[in-house]
Nanobody, 115 residues
Framework: QVQLVESGGGLVQPGGSLRLSCAGS????????MRWFRQAPGKQRELVASISSDDITDFSDSVKGRFAVSRDNAKNTLYLQMNSLKPEDTGVYYC?????????WGRGTQVTVSS
């Protein structure tokens, strides 16, 4: 059974940093297409970052230059490093993996950027 579990969220001041983790079980994350999404209160879920099966990364314009995505294959974990955080980065962050014609989501981790 494929499961993804996000962690690392919390309350941070504007300008601060957080690193989110997405740990996989029942699946080897290396070589898969994965995405980070976020959903702010009252808004639709939006794509924030992606990493392809050959580790090419891409980011939305709103986070480009501030966020980074990486994988630790030994830990079977995907990361989202978030720097220079802004209040508009607030939301629930979800990871998603595309695997054998299906998409699997984690339950999300809350990120709140506020002074």
């Amino acid at each position: 059974q494929v499961q993804l579990v996000e962690s690392g969220g919390g309350l941070v001041q504007p300008g601060g940093s957080l690193r989110l983790s997405c740990a996989g079980s029942g699946i080897i994350l290396s070589g898969t297409d994965m995405r980070w999404f976020r959903q702010a209160p009252g808004k639709q879920r939006e794509l924030v970052a992606s990493i392809s099966s050959d580790d090419i990364t891409d980011f939305s314009d709103s986070v480009k230059g501030r966020f980074a995505v990486s994988r630790d294959n030994a830990k079977n974990t995907l990361y989202l490093q978030m720097n220079s955080l802004k209040p508009e980065d607030t939301g629930v962050y979800y990871c998603k993996v595309h695997y054998i014609l299906s998409d699997y989501w984690g339950r999300g981790t809350q990120v709140t950027v506020s002074s």
